[in-house]
């Protein structure tokens, strides 16, 4: 089963659903060849307003439109549309983004959606959506486009170092292993590389957590809070920018539950990144396994020195 | 309905256009140019009534110049979409009549106030009556300046290019956008050429004539693979000779006095003394 199976067998099974795309067509390839789904798909150009336009105009008619483009310009160049159309109306409009994040690999800035879940989980009623790998993505993909909630997906075909839980319910993460020392949130096509820094951690005997974030929006606030009490150490992982992102979710977690508790961020800071082939990219922005696990023994170091400075001055 | 009918329609839609502009004022100038359009549209022309605002096979309008609110329930409250008391509760926070419309209103399609949105959402509605094989029409009703917007020429092209043959697109061509006329600023003469050559069929029309409403809209070219935009050139202001055709009367907030020597000027056409300020930019 791939996207393009899913959302076949759903839209032939319930007539409700059409299928839209602003000529990005790399997860519908197929789907205007298929005879019995003729109307039910539209591919509108290179028109990210005007196709969210007319979703909003489709859902009105009793509708549910899954649309696709480019992560970037979908929630960028249209967004006064989403939030305007579907945001205020709260459509069931669903929002697949294809490569958000570093997914945009070699394409340069122009294409790096590194601000998408700040900006559209901004819009009230919406929900937002970064499954780990393909095979996470299918396991939640049913679930997001039943519900009622407008929604943004971002769409990741990574294939998956781990067996996912099948049973994925919005508003929920998938808590993959709990650590004592720290813990690993993140989302989207960096899980793997997470998934290997922690087994590099684990090989140093060390206790770590790991968090999938599947679910941006609506957030798991009790597993943040569990992670806060229970890890001597949060590090948030993600291919965002640090302002608005996870980083920002969890402070807000926090904040707003009166809870303190050390966290520690690897994101984009206030810089787009340097394009090139994807594994290059990560690595040189410090996102392969290796310089996750180093850059998080650093941190495990400074608070050691930190704890033993505070203590010998008491 | 005769046109004499349709003219005493239009003349209580402008009354209640003017009690509307004080106490908070509201878009005056670009309501009363389309007021005609209005009574037109809901009166002889489009399958919508109280009885089946809620049926699929209704025709739809969809106010994208949503600025024009006053003309709007100012006819709704006429033929009966919404009790002509609930005027009286306009910028009140306990009801929903505020400058721009909202679905809370029965009649209102949906929402809008952000320029160039309802194009598209209205090709949307276009696309799935012509997947359903339904006979219906949709109308989408624009300002000139908000042909500014890249997102209506964006709309433009894709309408055509999907042969959306039941939709129909109304430009109401007073020739003011909101501080300044259009051709000073951005030029769009002559808006009729621009849509035939991305594949319209557009048509201009007297937008304050009933007669020549009729005789546009009662031969459309619906159904010929693409769709159809009427340029209905009207008057900023139609009606209110003291305000007609000025950049500086679009937003308007009258005193109670001017109000009245303004309803006056409607029915007696003798100019009111306006000292209220003007240029409100909104």
């Known amino acids: 089963m791939n996207y393009e199976q899913l959302i076949t067998e759903l839209a032939l099974a319930d007539e409700r659903y059409v299928i839209m795309t602003a000529e990005n067509r790399a997860l519908v390839r197929n789907i205007p060849n298929n005879p019995l789904l003729t109307n039910r798909f539209i591919d509108t150009g290179i028109t990210e307003q005007t196709m969210i336009g007319m979703a909003a105009g489709l859902a009105l008619r009793g509708r549910v439109p899954i649309v696709h483009a480019l992560a970037a310009f979908l929630t960028m160049r249209a967004f006064e549309f989403i939030r305007t159309d579907v945001g205020i109306a709260n459509l069931p409009v669903k929002l697949t983004g294809f490569i958000p994040g570093f997914l945009s690999d070699g394409n340069g800035p122009t294409h790096q959606a590194i601000e998408d879940i700040s900006i559209v989980r901004g819009i009230p009623g919406m929900h937002v959506f970064a499954p780990a790998d393909e095979e996470d993505m299918l396991v939640m993909l049913p679930e997001i486009w039943h519900s009622k909630a407008p929604s943004y997906t971002r769409a990741n075909l990574i294939k998956p170092l781990y067996p996912h839980d099948k049973n994925f319910t919005i508003g929920k993460s998938e808590v993959v292993a709990e650590g004592a020392t720290v813990t690993f949130l993140t989302y989207g096509m960096l899980f793997n590389q997470v998934f290997e820094a922690r087994q590099l951690l684990e090989h140093q005997g060390l206790s770590i957590g790991l968090v999938n974030m599947r679910c941006l929006k609506p957030v798991d606030e009790d597993v943040i809070l569990k992670v806060a009490r229970e890890s001597e150490l949060i590090v948030i992982v993600e291919d965002h920018f640090k302002t608005g992102g996870l980083y920002s979710i969890v402070a807000e977690v926090l904040l707003n539950n009166q809870q303190t508790a050390n966290v520690q961020s690897l994101s984009l800071n206030e810089s787009w990144f340097k394009p090139g082939r994807l594994a290059d990219v990560l690595s040189n922005e410090g996102f392969s396994p290796e310089k996750i696990a180093v850059q998080t023994m650093n941190m495990l170091e400074t608070r050691q020195h930190v704890n033993t400075l505070t203590t010998s001055t008491h | ?282």
């Open chain 2, 1 to 282: 309905m005769t046109n004499n009918e349709l003219n005493e329609l239009a003349l209580k839609v402008r009354e209640n256009i003017v009690r509307l502009s004080t106490d908070g004022g509201c878009f005056t100038g670009a309501s009363l140019s389309c007021a005609d359009l209005f009574v037109f549209l809901y009166s002889k022309f489009l399958n919508i009534s109280q009885e089946n605002l809620e049926d699929p096979n209704r025709d739809y309008l969809f106010l994208s110049k949503g600025h024009d609110v006053p003309a709007l329930y100012g006819l709704f409250a006429e033929i009966g979409f919404i009790e002509k008391s609930r005027l009286d509760n306009h910028l009140n926070t306990n009801d929903s009549i505020y400058w721009h419309p909202n679905t809370s209103i029965p009649g209102v399609e949906f929402h809008s106030g952000s320029l160039g949105h309802l194009p598209s959402v209205a090709m949307g509605v276009a696309l799935d009556c012509k997947w359903k094989n339904q006979t219906n029409k949709v109308v989408v009703v624009t300002g000139d300046g908000e042909l500014n917007e890249g997102s209506v020429w964006e709309a433009a092209l894709v309408a055509a290019a999907h042969k959306l043959d039941n939709l129909i697109w109304i430009v109401d061509r007073n020739y003011f956008q909101a501080n300044m006329a259009t051709e000073e600023l951005i030029p769009l003469n002559s808006i009729k050429e621009k849509f035939e050559a991305f594949g319209w069929n557009a048509i201009d029309v007297d937008g304050h004539d009933f007669e020549k409403l009729e005789d546009t809209f009662s031969t459309l070219p619906l159904g010929n693979k693409k769709p159809t935009i009427v340029v209905a050139h009207t008057v900023r202001g139609k009606g209110l000779p003291s305000i007609e055709r000025r950049a500086d009367r679009w937003f308007c907030n009258f005193t109670r006095e001017e109000v009245n020597a303004l309803l006056e000027e409607l029915h007696e056409n003798k100019m009111a003394d306006l000292n209220s300020e003007t240029l409100v930019v909104r």
